[in-house]
């Protein structure tokens, strides 16, 4: 199912060309300032410019980026700093990022902010 639901994605965006090239547009807009998610926006736009065979190769890898690139430009636009830059770094930082719970090397995020915001008193 993940997999059929992930090939819809992908041929939402190709049928709907105006629409994904607004949608990039925006989020290179708000990512304008954060190299890491300039970074992943041009990998992206690189893999969607793949034939289509290639994409439905990777369509998984593929909408799993779209997905976290939205989610770091929708944080970086309108969440805290400590909270925008956690997640770029955990999920967008490097390649193994994000991708084991708990793996994550904290010293460059503020972690008492980021838990007193998530339990508050």
């Known amino acids: 199912?993940?997999?059929?639901l992930c090939l819809q994605a992908l041929h939402a965006l190709d049928r709907q060309r105006p629409v994904t090239k607004l949608l990039f547009e925006a989020l290179e807009s708000i990512a304008r300032s954060d190299a890491r998610i300039l970074a992943h926006l041009h990998a992206l736009r690189a893999m969607l410019a793949q034939p289509p065979a290639e994409q439905q190769a990777m369509a998984r890898m593929l909408?799993?980026?779209?997905?976290?690139?939205?989610?770091?430009?929708?944080?970086?636009?309108?969440?805290?700093?400590?909270v925008s830059q956690a997640f770029i770094t955990t999920r967008l930082g490097h390649a193994g990022a994000g991708r084991v719970l708990g793996a994550l090397d904290t010293r460059q995020m503020n972690v008492d902010l980021l838990l007193k915001r998530a339990l508050p008193e």
Do not use: I
């Open 63 to 82: 909408v799993q980026r779209l997905v976290l690139t939205v989610q770091a430009c929708l944080l970086h636009r309108d969440a805290p700093p400590a």
């Open 1 to 4: 199912m993940g997999n059929a």
